[in-house]
């Protein structure tokens, strides 16, 4: 959540209203302009409020050409009914609305079987406000069982996380929020993401935990999990340390159930202790849904969990946030239960063929480099080409914004922040013929960008709005 500050006084403005705005009259009913940052005296008519809030909101991007998002953009109108439906219900009143609270349940259920739980009865999970809300929550298990086995040395000793440098922000606000030392292991070469090696020789008797990418959103690629669970392994056989791993699968986990099925990666490995994904992602619901399960009761320390009797209700619950609206869940629900196995298996290969498809040919104009081509996650990063030298990355963002399409240009982290990509993500609703016109525009543009006598971007950090 940003934080803003007040305008300062000489920014105080008026909202200018449109006399047509009128309920009848245009003249009789006409209003004074509202105040931008104070509220104003006296209400307005609801058509005229929608329409200065409606006319505003003109100036944002269209979600449907926003290639930087993992979020999702496109449902069908039955799951928007749905939601529309249950935006009053509020999720945390379990006793009041049974029935959304069991459709929670029974999500959890489903995503412990697809996850290959060893007893997805005894698995326990909840809904978040996306996957950062269970990446924290994920931490703070992590944290506290680490604790509880060295009652010993915490609090005096520092517990440290380890993770690839690539990891998203909420990993970095985890560390810094519950005080604990992150440990990134930096990428190399060409090596984008974790070594699971590397991650182990970081690890000591502080170590809470190693988090492993399940799609990593610099890339796309997955971070080799198993891998890392044998390195965990080896580890444990000459330290004696036992070391949990926590899959962060905020767009993978509903990625490789369908489509990489042969991929182990989870719960199937004894040394995840817990995964997360966000709905909101490729979970094909619209934002404000995550997911957090831990792979058994033991993973998820009871103290943790508060029983709150809450309205005439005993009410487990694990969480950061309290109300929310049980839309987005009863929404992940619908989606479980309209597609099946076999209907999320087909919307995501598509979604995988058009990545795939696309960076194919965009390799094929000859100015650019892939460095993933959209077979793990259906996304794809790519850079200009060693022989161009007219124009950059940013160069290009800036150009395609000016047709619309939001397409994120950044710089790598350490070791390679020599290296700046474009990054496309593809996603339910971004067809064949959108990815057609994406490649129609960027094709336009190559002959004007390559006239330039040098790039044009000299701020590289205001070149974009995007941060991961």
Not at 81 to 91: A, F, I
Not at 387 to 392: A, E, G, Q
Not at 426 to 445: H, I, K, T
């Amino acid at each position: 959540m940003a934080l803003h500050k007040g305008p300062e006084k000489h920014e105080e403005r008026t909202v200018s209203v449109n006399p047509f705005f009128g309920e009848a009259n245009p003249v009789v009913d006409m209003t004074e302009n509202p105040p931008r940052h104070r509220l104003p005296d006296a209400p307005l008519p609801p058509t005229t409020a929608y329409q200065v809030v409606h006319d505003e909101l003109m100036l944002d991007g269209n979600s449907r050409l926003n290639l930087a998002t993992f979020v999702t953009t496109w449902m069908e109108p039955q799951a928007g009914m749905l939601m529309g439906e249950c935006r009053d219900k509020n999720m945390i009143d379990k006793d009041e609305y049974p029935r959304t609270a069991e459709l929670e349940r029974r999500c959890v259920a489903m995503l412990a079987d697809l996850w290959h739980a060893p007893d997805p009865s005894t698995a326990v999970g909840c809904s978040t406000t996306g996957s950062s809300e269970a990446c924290m929550l994920a931490g703070m298990a992590l944290k506290r069982r680490w604790a509880q086995r060295n009652p010993d040395r915490y609090p005096g000793a520092r517990p440290n996380l380890v993770m690839g440098v690539n990891i998203q922000v909420c990993w970095e606000k985890f560390c810094n929020f519950w005080e604990v030392e992150a440990r990134l292991v930096p990428m190399e070469g060409d090596r984008y993401h974790l070594d699971p090696q590397a991650a182990a020789e970081l690890c000591d008797e502080n170590t809470i935990g190693v988090v492993g990418i399940l799609g990593s959103t610099f890339d796309g690629s997955y971070e080799p999990i198993a891998d890392l669970c044998a390195a965990l392994d080896a580890l444990q056989e000459r330290t004696g340390l036992d070391i949990p791993v926590h899959v962060d699968g905020a767009s993978g986990a509903m990625i490789a159930p369908f489509l990489d099925e042969d991929l182990v990666w989870d719960f199937r490995l004894p040394r995840v202790a817990s995964i997360n994904t966000s709905g909101h992602k490729y979970g094909l619901v619209y934002p404000g849904v995550g997911w957090a399960l831990w792979r058994d009761k033991e993973s998820l320390p009871e103290e943790l969990v508060f029983r709150v009797n809450y309205l005439g209700g005993d009410m487990p619950t694990f969480a950061l946030n309290f109300s929310r609206p049980g839309a987005q869940v009863v929404a992940q629900y619908y989606t479980f239960l309209r597609l099946g196995r076999d209907g999320y298996r087909a919307v995501q290969q598509t979604t995988r063929d058009v990545a795939t498809g696309l960076s194919a040919r965009v390799a094929e104009l000859g100015d650019f480099r892939l460095l993933t081509r959209g077979d793990e996650l259906p996304v794809f990063a790519f850079t200009t080409a060693d022989d161009v030298t007219s124009y950059d990355v940013f160069d290009v963002s800036r150009r395609l914004r000016e047709h619309g399409w939001l397409v994120p240009a950044y710089t790598f982290p350490p070791n390679r922040e020599d290296l700046a990509v474009l990054r496309v993500v593809c996603r339910n609703g971004f067809s064949v013929d959108l990815a057609d016109l994406f490649l129609e525009d960027l094709s336009r543009l190559l002959p004007e960008l390559r006239r330039q006598p040098h790039p044009l971007t000299r701020d590289k950090e205001a070149a974009t709005g995007f941060h991961h």
